[in-house]
């Protein structure tokens, strides 16, 4: 079945430094993939997205490439701020068959410390 | 464009009670979605429509119901409030073949 997994957080980081927020994903056919953030109190919002392999998405600084060999969709940012405090979910959504559906990581929280 | 609101924001119910969450949408979106998000935790689908008229359970659908007579609204009725069902709700919409979703900005229930 189809699947994502994300790195557990929470994640902590200083402000300036690297970001990398691990995603890899089991689907069958080709999915679409997705980087939703979720601010403090607010409801989740797209950050980016890719829908076919060797696609980079990016926004706001932030970029994430489809990889198909690893299955993988890993966020990275080069310079963290702390309003990017939130939590990230990375998702798929297979574009075979029954896509209704959006499936989920279980999110990463990241704190950024002045 | 509102995209998608909900109301009440904030609700407090005692265990036993029922209440229905409000969901409207304005961008003509086929699809809707309940999501609740415990503290700490990602989301869990309960129901989700491709339609009006149609509705099908998701992960955590017992305790719930929903209906989906326009396009517009979906809402969500809980019906004998439990403390498990403390939680803060999302509601979603998007247009099929999109991956694209749009949340509203939640409502935070506590059950006592």
């Known amino acids: 079945g189809n699947s994502v997994t994300q790195m557990e957080g929470p994640v902590t980081l200083s402000e300036e430094a690297f970001l990398t927020i691990n995603c890899t994903y089991t689907?069958?056919?080709?999915?679409?993939l997705f980087w939703y953030v979720q601010y403090p109190g607010e409801g989740l919002q797209l950050l980016l997205k890719?829908?076919?392999a060797d696609d980079k998405g990016s926004n706001k600084g932030f970029e994430a490439t489809y990889r198909k060999e690893t299955t993988s969709f890993h966020l990275e940012k080069g310079s963290v701020q702390v309003s990017d405090s939130a939590v990230y979910f990375c998702?798929?959504?297979?574009?075979?068959?029954?896509?209704?559906?959006?499936?989920w990581g279980l999110g990463t929280s990241l704190a950024v410390n002045p | 464009n509102a995209g998608v609101t909900q109301t009440p924001k904030f609700r407090i119910l005692k265990i036993g009670q029922s209440m229905t969450l409000q969901c409207t949408q304005d961008?003509?979106?086929?699809?809707m979605y309940w999501y609740r998000q415990d503290p700490g935790m990602g989301l869990k689908l309960i129901y989700y429509?491709?339609?009006?008229?149609?509705?099908d359970k998701g992960e955590v659908p017992n305790g719930y119901n929903v209906s989906r007579s326009t396009t517009e609204d979906f809402p969500l009725r809980l019906e004998l409030a439990a403390p498990s069902q403390t939680s803060v709700y999302f509601c979603?919409?998007?247009?099929?073949?999109?991956?694209?979703?749009?949340f509203g900005p939640g409502t935070r229930l506590t059950v006592t």
């Open positions: 890719a829908t076919k």
């Open positions: 998702a798929l959504m297979n574009n075979a068959g029954n896509n209704r559906k959006l499936i």
């Open positions: 689907a069958t056919g080709y999915p679409s």
């Open positions: 961008m003509n979106h086929n699809y």
């Open positions: 979603a919409s998007r247009t099929p073949g999109q991956g694209e979703q749009y």
């Open positions: 429509s491709v339609g009006a008229g149609i509705t």
